[in-house]
């Protein structure tokens, strides 16, 4: 009757684990790649956001910017970028502002918002959604 039990335990068990690692694969999101979108305030678009996802080791890097028309744009690295499941978190050193960027990915598209501050005042704010970019 132990060895039954014991067996039993060991059958729930694995059961158990099985089904743990199939949901947490699952709801795996892997951003690497380029990201493309408008940020908008209101009705009014922003620009264009652009972002680059890559893993080095095990940390997660970004690099990209807000494109405005009649600006040139140069791409920078971002810091404290962090993917946790289907979140995505980033922040970006704009000179005397810190652009911080919060989002989550679903249905194909990563959607989130920025808040621009300086000295710990928001300057803007703007939504953004973003399609993953076909490499070339």
């Known amino acids: 009757m132990k060895r039954l039990l014991y067996a039993m335990g060991a059958v729930l068990t694995v059961l158990f684990l099985s089904a743990a690692l199939g949901s947490a694969a699952q709801d ?3 951003p690497t790649g380029a990201w493309s979108g408008p940020c908008k305030s209101k009705d009014q678009s922003m620009g264009t956001l652009h972002v680059e996802f890559r893993r080095e080791g095990r940390a997660w890097r970004a690099k ?14 971002f810091e404290e970028v962090k ?6 978190s ?6 005397p502002m810190v652009a911080e960027f919060t989002g989550a990915h679903k249905d194909a598209k990563l959607t989130g918002e920025l808040r ?3 000295d ?11 399609t993953r970019v076909q490499a070339k």
């Open 116 to 118: 621009v501050a300086q």
């Open 28 to 30: 795996t999101f892997d």
């Open 64 to 77: 990209g910017g807000l494109r405005t028309p009649g600006y040139p744009y140069s791409d920078s690295e």
């Open 83 to 88: 993917v946790d499941g289907p979140k995505v």
């Open 90 to 95: 980033f922040v970006g050193l704009w000179g």
């Open 120 to 130: 710990e005042k928001a300057v803007m704010t703007c939504a953004w959604v973003l």
